[in-house]
């Protein structure tokens, strides 16, 4: 092979090279772009799923505000409380009212922020999420009508006309006594309502 022939060989291999290492390049490179996606969108949907399950917890915790079974005296506006710091009995409607719409506005700040990311969380998983916050607005519904209940009865100062059993219900939908107890049956309901959520958000907290 004449010095001409290795030279033009060189050039063509060259040239070659050139044409190959364009190519690795761009493989690499949209091999590395699809890494960062996927590892862009893996974070995102972790932190997605962390203030879901965050928001969860917030109407949790909303839940027991609103059910717990004592009523402290500082609830209560001071001109409505007697000279022991205990509501006057005159103001047993009034007082209970105000004390279960303070307590709601938590309900209703928690409720708010988990609709919110609920609504983020359809679209970033689809149409299939938007059944899981079903039972959860379901217990806050069935609360807020036994709260309505039991406030106009107070206002109408009659007992209610109820069987043992629905007045069983009414109790245990109203006060938590922490699920162990044969008089809460609605804390169970409100922990399977947050387990929808759990079920769904921790295999993507967990990647």
Not at 62 to 83: C, G, L, Q, S, T
Not at 87 to 101: I, M
Not at 189 to 200: G, M, P, R
Request: aromatic share 12%; proline share 2%.
């Amino acid at each position: 092979m004449t010095i001409p022939e290795i030279t033009e060989w060189i050039s063509a291999a060259k040239e070659v090279f050139i044409g190959l290492s364009a190519v690795f390049a761009t493989i690499f490179a949209y091999i590395g772009l699809n890494t960062w996606r996927k590892e862009l969108k893996g974070k995102a949907e972790y932190q997605l799923a962390k203030d879901v399950l965050k928001s969860v917890y917030k109407v949790r915790d909303a839940f027991k505000h609103v059910r717990h079974p004592a009523i402290f005296a500082y609830e209560y506006p001071e001109e409505m409380r007697d000279y022991s710091g205990h509501l006057k009995r005159e103001k047993d409607y009034e007082g209970t009212l105000y004390v279960y719409e303070k307590r709601w506005q938590k309900m209703d700040e928690a409720f708010r922020e988990l609709e919110e990311h609920h609504l983020d969380a359809q679209v970033e998983w689809g149409s299939e999420f938007q059944d899981v916050i079903v039972k959860l607005r379901s217990c806050r519904a069935e609360l807020l009508v036994t709260i309505q209940q039991m406030l106009n009865e107070k206002k109408n100062h009659q007992s209610a006309m109820r069987d043992k059993e629905s007045m069983e219900k009414a109790f245990s939908t109203l006060y938590d006594n922490g699920g162990n107890s044969e008089f809460d049956m609605f804390t169970p309901q409100v922990e399977a309502a947050i387990n929808e959520f759990e079920v769904w958000l921790r295999p993507h907290i967990k990647k």
